[in-house]
């Protein structure tokens, strides 16, 4: 029987497949949005890429993976029938990693999160009825605990609907989260909510890029909007991956929700730039809070234009309130269990600056041998996006 893992293209979602393959001996279902295997095949090559060289990908694709060409939006992920069938049978155990993370869409947030996540729990009911299901973990974010300001949030108290959202992502996930329970009331549930996944604590190299932009662009100015000592909340994704990957395969987990989040050990903005300048051998940046209104009235109004300023604004827009807002996650939880805290991003935020400046904020991916146009085609797909 196999873990069904959604979202394995994607950043996290690669993570957590390399932890399930090196860690675990069971086979893994990987639900990708591709035409043909082909394709399919080299868009899990540039995702695990970063955690495995062609031989060892080869062999576990050979071995232990299973592709469902599909998509989330499509009823039964658009399967033929035998195929739906083959994929209810062989899941005993689902990992729901993939979302729509697109702040500003509605309409994406919609399909992908709620539609797509009610086709996932759809799956989960026929698996469970067909011969039961070990557990089914989902993915989803402290960004469901809406508007916050300077508080230490808790797992249980997170969730409350008569707050505000700060967009439709957060508000899709909060109610990602409502239907799990509402829907799959007998089965074992892990809800796993990280904060703000930003780079590998144990290596410079990342394959996303979004986040570590608008960090790139904050570290490089000379004055910065904020109070000094907010704290960000910033975990990296290694450990994200860790928890999920081990809680997952745990058969009784102390808790149904975890923050993967760096908790009341978050660092402030002042021990970030203090770190980098150092890292450096520069001067760090001048804090003036009193300019927060006025560089937001500046991001709104350069938000959606075209070109590098335009996209730079927009990306600083959705964030913004995320990196304002001075609020953490408890992590009382994962760290008992994991036996460990995440590395502060003090620790490791030089070394994923300087790759992402050297490598211009692309990484440097290997084609499957021999198709150069499987690359290509994942490469438009990625434009599309
Ligand atoms: N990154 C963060 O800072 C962060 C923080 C908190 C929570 N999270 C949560 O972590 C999870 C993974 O995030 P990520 O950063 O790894 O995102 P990501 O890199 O954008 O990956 C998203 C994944 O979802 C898949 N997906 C999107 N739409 C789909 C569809 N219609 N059908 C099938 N698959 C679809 C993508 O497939 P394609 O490759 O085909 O697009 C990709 O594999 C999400 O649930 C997110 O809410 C992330």
Aim: charge should be positive; hydrophobic fraction near 40%.
């Amino acid at each position: 029987m196999a873990t069904l893992l959604t979202g394995s293209t994607g950043y996290i979602g690669a993570h957590i497949a390399s932890n399930l393959l090196a860690d675990h001996a069971e086979p893994l279902n990987v639900l990708v949005r591709a035409r043909d295997s082909e394709e399919a095949r080299g868009r899990l090559w540039r995702s695990l890429q970063l955690h495995m060289d062609f031989q060892r990908f080869d062999d576990f694709y050979h071995s232990r993976i299973r592709v469902f060409r599909g998509d989330l939006t499509d009823s039964r992920f658009g399967l033929a029938d035998d195929e739906y069938s083959a994929l209810v049978r062989s899941t005993n155990s689902i990992i729901h990693c993939a979302a729509s993370l697109n702040r500003k869409s509605e309409k994406s947030c919609l399909n992908v999160n709620l539609r797509g996540t009610l086709e996932v729990i759809q799956l989960a009911m026929r698996a469970r009825d067909n011969h039961g299901l070990r557990r089914f973990s989902h993915v989803s974010t402290v960004a469901v605990a809406g508007h916050r300001a300077n508080e230490v949030v808790e797992e249980d108290s997170a969730i409350d609907w008569n707050r505000s959202d700060y967009d439709p992502y957060a508000r899709t996930k909060k109610f990602c989260e409502h239907m799990l329970r509402q829907l799959l009331p007998d089965v074992p549930r892990t809800i796993f909510r990280p904060s703000i996944v930003l780079g590998d604590s144990r290596r410079p190299e990342t394959n996303q890029f979004e986040m570590v932009r608008a960090f790139v662009f904050l570290a490089g100015l000379p004055v910065l909007p904020f109070r000094s000592t907010d704290k960000v909340d910033i975990v990296p994704v290694d450990y994200v991956a860790g928890a999920i990957s081990t809680l997952h395969q745990k058969e009784k987990p102390a808790h149904e929700i975890y923050h993967l989040s760096s908790g009341t050990r978050s660092e402030t903005f002042v021990q970030l730039t203090d770190a980098l300048a150092k890292a450096q051998d520069k001067r760090g940046p001048k804090y003036v809070p009193g300019l927060e209104g006025t560089t937001s009235k500046v991001i709104n109004a350069l938000a959606g234009r075209a070109g590098k300023v335009g996209g730079l604004a927009t990306l600083l827009k959705v964030f913004l309130p995320y990196l304002v807002w001075n609020t953490v996650f408890d992590n009382r939880r994962v760290v008992a269990e994991m036996g460990a805290s995440p590395a502060p991003f003090s620790k490791y935020c030089y070394p994923l600056l300087r790759f992402s400046r050297e490598k211009n904020f692309s990484y440097p991916y290997k084609d499957l041998p021999g198709t150069a146009a499987v690359s290509a085609a994942a490469a438009a797909r990625e434009a599309r996006r």
